[in-house]
């Protein structure tokens, strides 16, 4: 509830112009905000109650964060494939989707696809068999080391799954970049320190229109081979690494989120056909601060890996959001049993409890393995056969 403040104007008591000043003889007056005096119709208000955020997170996140961004009707069946790129959010949902039977991309993606300049790239070589000749496609791969990413299969193939794909969801993830100076051509991720040149490689912060126009050039590409599946956009929650731009990396990341989020915004608001937003950056960073429980860092501790539970139940909500009751039904059907635990309740917070201890144990039985491995190919014959007994014991 607001209260009504008059002004010095109001007052009976000469006050100096002191802003908000209350008259001497007069009570404030309280009543709710807009009643009677402001334009309500199809007004959408944030909830006033600490109570909305922690008695029900699905009916929040479906009441309070996705209305104006989903579809009138479902869209998907669940043999629909669905591509993911971007950040390392995308891949959760790939992974989640995976986990509860539904059909998700199957072929190869670079990692590296975090900011709009590198999807582009990506899709560009994937739909017309040329880059977008703005980015250098630097990537780590699995055994750690950071080379020039290269094509595993022909462009062809690649193509076939972006004209077959069923719907897309873009994830992106950072409006920082390297550039190099003579090009103006993007690094996918980092700068390879071995070419790194402090006179020619700049690090700086890109631009809204410049990420909306890659946005839009995306959508075009897309629609260019497949003119029907729905395209979400959606702004990973997971916050920066570091940055190199000279300033706590917190208030980096809040820019840099803020900057795709108005692109993506804009994006939105020009209405495409079958373009749509994907709010679980609203999820987590909005709704996460009131929540009962950390939204990142359960059960692993890790400060930038959004919580499993709250993954879980963004994922549900996009099922139910673009999947039909048929396919929502189905598949949660063959995910019975295998819900994801609710941090509040005792079971979750006795396993939050219990996560060190568990884990360590876990990597102490690793350790263990991996030193019998080494005496097992080092020892006599005799030994390996003790040393493989001891193995058995360990597995069991």
Known sequence: MAERIHTSAESDVVDGGRLGAMPAKRQRERYWWGVNRWHQDEVFRYPEERRAFTSNLPRLIREQVLPGHVPDEPLLEAGDSVLTMGSCFARELRDHLSERGFASGNFWIPSGLNNTFAILDFISWCVTGSDSGAGFRYDRFEDGQIRQWLPEGRRDRYERHLREAGAFVFTF???????????????WRGIPEE?????????????VEENEQNILRIVELIRSVNPDAPIVLTLSPVPLLATFRGQSCMTADAVSKSVLRVAIDL???????????????EVVRWAGGHLPWPAYGIPDRRARHVTRYLVAEIIDAFVEAFYTPAAVAQLRASH????????????????????????GAEELLLRARKQLELLEQRAPKRLRKQSKRLRRKFAA
């Not at 993830?173 to 690094?187: I, M, P």
């Not at 790194?196 to 700086?204: K, L, Q, S």
């Not at 994006?267 to 950056?281: A, D, I, N, Q, T």
């Open 173 to 187: 993830g950072l409006a920082e970049v390297w550039q190099d100076r003579e090009t103006s051509g993007v690094f």
């Open 195 to 207: 070419i790194f040149d402090a006179d020619r490689h700049v690090f700086r912060l890109t631009t």
């Open 267 to 281: 994006v939105e608001g020009r209405r495409l056909e079958g373009v749509y937003y994907w709010p679980s950056f």
């Open 336 to 359: 019975a049993g295998r819900r994801a635990v609710d941090p509040a309740s005792l079971r979750g917070r006795l396993e939050d409890a219990a996560w060190p201890l568990t884990t």
